[in-house]
């Protein structure tokens, strides 16, 4: 037994877990999608030949192989930048629902996102005005007002009516109606 191949193998075991982190869960909605920069990988190979055309004996070969992978492509800091931009666009479209519930910052388990979102207040659109309608209906509206003669589907709010039927006014008593004769 090759007790110095042992000894660097136990050597690279150590070494190797001097920079390997414990595996966390990731949400996949915020992930880093696939972002990679690069990967380094360690491994050993060991070959045995029954024969050596030199001296007619059997032969050991050991190797300790270390290998770094680039991938191309953008480079690693661009990637990364890239996935917190879009990381910070999710937390400012849902930072508005987390601040306006209380119950969460009481929870022990929303500690992280309620400081995330500490201090984000949602934009809103205030361009529309609070008594209008759809924009639908409202360019429904001043379509029929431009073309009065065009019946159109749902048609209830523009236009002259086709029917001869006239709604009474408020104050009107309808008439009872007949008796049957039984």
Not at 90 to 95: A, D, I, R, T
Not at 139 to 164: A, F, Q, T, V
Not at 170 to 182: F, M, N, T, W
Request: hydrophobic residues 30%; aromatic residues 10%; contains cysteine.
């Amino acid at each position: 037994m090759n007790y110095y191949f042992t000894g660097l193998l136990i050597l690279a075991i150590t070494i190797l877990a001097l920079f390997v982190e414990p595996a966390y869960p990731r949400n996949e909605y915020l992930n880093e999608y696939g972002v990679r920069c690069g990967e380094m990988e360690i491994s050993t190979e060991r070959r045995d030949t029954d024969y050596n055309y030199s001296d007619s004996n059997t032969h050991e070969d050991q190797y300790l192989r270390f290998t770094y992978r680039k991938y191309l492509g953008t480079d690693c800091k661009t990637s990364k930048e890239n996935v917190a931009i879009k990381q910070q666009l999710e937390l400012m479209k849902m930072c508005g629902r987390v601040n306006s519930n209380p119950s969460l910052a009481q929870n022990e388990n929303f500690r992280l996102l309620v400081s995330k979102c500490r201090g984000v207040t949602p934009a809103r659109d205030n361009t529309r005005p609070v008594d209008s309608q759809s924009l639908w209906d409202d360019m429904k509206d001043n379509y029929k007002k431009e073309n009065p003669k065009i019946n159109l589907m749902g048609d209830k709010l523009i236009g002259p009516s086709k029917s001869k039927l006239k709604i009474p006014p408020k104050d009107y008593i309808l008439p009872l109606p007949k008796p049957k004769d039984e």
